[in-house]
């Protein structure tokens, strides 16, 4: 940490140092290299709804620099944060610097990174680019994401790649204002990967070390990657927990394993994914560890919302996914996907999910979507859920129209069985991807949700994007914004509700 | 107040001057497994860079469109590259999709958000449109249909001022 300490002292006015250092880069560009960046400007003026004070109002900033010049780039990350109250809550932080080094062999990674050994199942860092994130609890602004805090050197040699890392892991459920002690980087890892290529064929070992206050752990997992003429292709992994006996793999019910394996197989326009999975008490540290989590990602509204989460303490189940596509350009999605969690021996709880999708075109003025969904998830305590959708998109001669609809029926059993609908209703009006305005409709009766003295709750707004160029883009919400879980790229996180007006500026240069 | 100032004068910044983003020499694998150097399959001339992930909607529609523009621009020495955004978690899918709609120029995983990063790609699909040097002469973000006139014309402004 000494390095990124110095900096933060050195940058009391690191404003005024941005600003000369983003002006001057820029001019300087051609002699010296390429400066680039990235800033995302969000105002918001109101509150979660029905929470006092009803006007209170933000700004957060995210800027992002990166100076290349071959085969050296540098970057930083500056954030901002500043409600109305303040209250302890406001900050202006450099929050990740990272130096990269590349050449045809060697790749090194200084500073905060992002990183994966295998495919997750021990170890992955991540973002979600353009996620700004917000607890109930801290009711601070920041990026959603998860670094690692270290040094990443991969080194090629033919057919042989070795990756070494160290570093602390961002716990990302501490925002940036916690910086008195409290360690917002909880998790020390240690690891090496090793692999070796042979034809089509690849395999690799890995072995990392976890360290926090509480636990010194050790794990290695082997892995396999095969291509079975065009066709066909293979992927298996076995990661372990070391146990204290010095056992290199070993499948009790306290021992830590996580099994994962797919096979792809491609005809034509036929593509076929099935996957298997069997995690057990590998929840690494602060959630360090991010293995396939074999659900279907969804990107329907009310679908995204209940993506099951893996319970990585127990779980076991596979996904099978078919993709056809169609002369027309439609494309045919069916997934079936099977979790079983039994954390108390003896009683499992089993999810299932079966989703059917289609989007085609219809001539060349109109395209639309459609899909149907039923799933049931034990360990939220819904019984059954069925969601259904349909979009239609109709170009008009210099504007288009689209048109959404969901709708989500959903069985729950606790003390006593209840049913609830939620629904989803949007009119979009566009202009190629330069100007939309979309007219929106959220409505939901779930008891959760609906306090007792009414029937359903409605959430209605507008929303309005301009791009003027292809830097900039403006996005405007106005009215009342539905929260809840929030899932991209494989990861969920919670969404709060929101009810005013939001105006977000992101602009690339 | 200062600080609302540092706000507004680091917006005002960032609006004001376009400085060109740039590609260096990174390597990802592709779907089949293999490790591929962008530079060593770059365009003659131009390189699109289409930023994709299994799950967007929006690309379902764009990249039928991208293959035809693919086709139509090869020989003129614009080579297409699709940029897988899926995690690790979604790796299984990506071919078995890349296949089904049809894409037939190379695709590369960006596991590790590092071509992402470099280019501050926050959404999908989005596309660049880079020189022989990796400097970013277009961008276009999201899809909606019509738009693959926007960037087939922006492509051809691109090749007429580069002869």
New interface residues.
Partial sequence: MPLITYLRKSFDHFWLVVIVFNLSGCLSAEAQGILTGSNVAEFQLGNIPDTDPKDQSSLYDQLNLRYSINPLSLKIRIGQFYPSDNNGRSYTKLLQYNVHYTTPKLNLNVGNLYSTLGRGLLLRTYEIPGAIWETRGYRVRYGFYRDLHGIDIGYRIRNAEIKVLRGRVLDVALPPTLDNGIERRPDLVEGAQFSYQFSKHRAGIIYMRHNNASVNTSYSSLFYSGNFGENLSVYGELANRINTAGHLISFTDTSGYAAYASINYVYNKLGISVELKDYRNMSIGAGISDPPSLVKEHAYRLLNRVIHIPLLTDESGYQVELFYGFKNNGMLTLNNSMAKNEIVPGDASIFREFFVGYQLPVGKHISGSVFVDYAKDPLVNEDDRYTSGLSVNVNHSKLSSLLETELQYTKRTLAETSTFVNAYFAYTLSKGSTFSISAILELSNDPFLVEANKHQNYYPGFSFSFRPDNHNQILVFVGRRRGGPACNSGVCYEVLDFEGVEIRLTSRF | MN??L??F???L??????????A????LLDI??N?V?IDAIKGEKFTVLDFW?????PC??SI?ELVKLSDKFQEKGVQFIGIN?????????V????????INYPVLLD????L???F????FPTLLVLDGKG?VL??????????EK?IEDAINNLLKKKL
């Fill in positions: 600080r609302f540092a706000f004068l680091l917006t910044s960032s609006l004001s001057y376009v400085c060109g983003q740039t260096y020499q990174i390597e089949n497994g490790t150097n992930a299994t799950w967007c909607r379902i529609n039928p955004a899926d995690s690790p978690r979604n790796r299984s899918k071919k078995p999709f890349a296949s089904s709609i049809g596991f590790d958000q590092q992402q990063s470099d501050f790609i926050d959404g400097k277009f961008t276009h973000v999201g899809f909606i249909q019509g738009d926007t």
